[in-house]
């Protein structure tokens, strides 16, 4: 892997795996989103547009909702209306729960959202088309659950009005587990998650092939295969789609993709969590945690007492779950854990043009690619934070003036406030995806500098700033306004931030003011390494003869 979190703990795993979770891709007909291109496509359906009317648009809407209904009534197919807020997943999951031997089209579920529709407005005297336009309604969408041999459990959910627009959503772990049963590598699973391996390094081989470009080939294949013959079939005969040369395009619209690293045991894997969430939540600014309890302790299990097998098996967990979470804009970078023994980190983008290389299918890679990228900066942030260290000569140069262009900028003095402000606030900042902005850092100076914060604007924080550029510890991204912490610069900055406050800053308050008495209840493993460290300096001190 890229990052060096998942190295400092590699001997702790029994493997580990990067892979595709949640697909949205967005299904639409170009032609169909303009007034005249909708025009056209009408007159391929009925020869003229003079009936084109708000009245026989509803009517193809009835239509489809008529067909749907008749043809699972005919075949024995779940039809349920779903109230606003039901999860309507988990309907379908505890449908194929208790029905294993299902193929294909197995549940309709049908709700209400917003969908572009169609309004026509026509000459009151003489019937002559005045205006087309679109606009946002809430319309029944139809959700059909489909169970597909190569990409298991996805769902189509289409608005019954024309231009008929669709979502396809996909898991890849359902796709990774079809092709692991049938390469013999034995799994098991715990939701979309593999919390057992027979094979770890076979899966990751499997699960990589989701980022290389024949994906955008088999992605097509699957939505082809269900869109028309399932889906679009109920509002156009296969024949008027051809007559009408009804073709979906399909945009990524949402994805999401995790590191999964398997621990083998369940207690050190809560160890691990927990120290990370402590040691780095306040300096990445992590607001809430959100928390799910249960019981206290993460159970433990041999792996080895039962065999693997190849199935997939759904755990319930019942311990403490911790979800460590923080959003930018559309972007979310999660941390939680997945069943006994894996730890997953995840990024999330909720509408992908926010990355800005383009949403059609092809660019599927691409994207993927650059969410990778955010999980190994993210990985590299908590593990610089964790596990921090200066380089040589960096304490002696760093109050030194550097050179910044043809600027010459004066040095870092960590014993100002302002700076060490700055400093904590380019460690929260290191960690959003897409570069930090000069308003991202003034914002969290202005959370950690107190008294400052009043007088701290964007001139003061362009100033530091470039003290920060010409150390190196900040770098400019090309042709934008947007910043990144380099893992070099990371490295060192988070080693400056964590010595001094959580080292040197407890070290002496301890020698000014030594402990004495008995030991509260609350005291930990932590206070008994700095109750060391502070009667070790006492002694080093007198025998330097400077302490009386």
Same mark, same amino acid.
């Given at each position: ?168 959503? =996909? ?287 964007? @001139? ?15 770098? @400019? ?55 060391? =460290?502070? =009667? ?13």
């Amino acid at each position: 892997m890229g990052d060096e979190l998942s190295q400092q703990y590699a001997d702790l795993l029994d493997g580990q795996y990067d892979c595709v979770d949640r697909i949205v891709l967005n299904a639409y007909n170009p032609l169909c989103y303009s007034p005249g291109g909708f025009r056209s496509w009408w007159r391929r359906l009925y020869g003229t547009d003079d009936d084109l009317d708000d009245t026989h648009l509803m009517r193809l809407a009835g239509r489809f909702a008529r067909r749907v209904r008749g043809f699972a009534k005919a075949h024995g197919i779940v039809l349920e209306e779903c109230q606003r807020g039901e999860r309507k997943h988990d309907l379908a999951e505890q449908y194929l729960a208790a029905h294993p031997e299902t193929q294909g089209l197995f549940m309709i579920l049908v709700s209400r959202a917003v969908a572009p529709v169609w309004e026509v407005k026509r000459s009151a005297t003489s019937g002559a088309l005045q205006n087309l336009a679109s606009k946002k309604a809430f319309v029944n969408h139809y959700s059909f659950n489909i169970l597909d041999p190569d990409w298991g459990h996805l769902t189509i959910k289409m608005s019954g009005h024309p231009p008929f627009g669709a979502q396809i959503i =996909l898991n890849g772990h359902e796709y990774v587990a079809a092709q692991a049963l049938r390469t013999g590598v034995a799994f098991r699973k715990d939701g979309n998650c593999f919390t057992h391996l027979s094979h770890p390094r076979s899966l990751a081989a499997v699960a990589d092939t989701l980022t290389e470009k024949p994906v955008i080939g088999q992605l097509l294949q699957v939505c082809d295969r269900w869109i028309y013959s399932c889906c679009l079939c109920f509002g156009l005969h296969t024949e008027e789609q051809e007559r009408t040369n009804f073709r979906y395009q399909y945009s990524v619209y949402q994805l999401e993709y995790s590191r999964n690293l398997l621990f083998r045991n369940g207690h050190q894997l809560d160890q691990v969590f927990q120290g990370l969430i402590d040691r780095t939540r306040s300096r990445l600014d992590i607001p809430h945690l959100r928390t799910i309890f249960g019981m206290r302790n993460r159970p433990f299990h041999h792996r080895d007492a039962q065999p693997p097998r190849e199935a997939v098996v759904v755990e319930r967990p019942t311990y403490d779950l911790t979800v460590f979470k923080v959003h930018f804009g559309k972007v979310t970078l999660k941390a939680y854990t997945k069943g006994e023994h894996v730890l997953r980190f995840e990024a999330i983008v909720h509408h992908a043009a926010v990355l800005k290389l383009g949403r059609l299918l092809p660019r599927f890679p691409a994207l993927v690619t650059r969410l990778q990228g955010m999980v190994d900066r993210w990985l590299n942030t908590i593990q610089y934070l964790d596990h921090a260290f200066v380089a040589d000569q960096t304490l002696d140069q760093l109050p030194a003036s550097s050179q910044l262009g043809r600027l010459r900028i004066g040095g870092i003095d960590l014993n100002k406030p302002r700076m060490r402000a700055v400093l904590a606030a380019a460690i929260a900042c290191a960690q959003i995806p897409m570069g930090f902005r000069l308003g991202n850092l003034v914002t969290q100076v202005r959370l950690r500098s107190g008294t400052l914060a009043a007088s701290y604007g964007t @001139r003061q924080a362009a100033y530091d700033l470039r003290k920060l550029r010409a150390k190196g510890f900040v770098l @400019r991204q090309p042709r934008s306004q947007r910043y990144t912490v380099p893992p070099d610069g990371l490295r060192t900055i988070a080693a400056l931030v964590v010595l001094r406050e959580q080292v040197i800053k407890p070290i002496l308050a301890g020698v000014r003011t030594p402990y004495r008495g008995r030991k509260p209840r609350s005291w930990t493993p932590l206070d008994d390494h700095y109750q060391t =460290l502070r =009667l070790d300096m006492h002694q080093l001190f007198a025998d330097l003869g400077l302490a009386s």
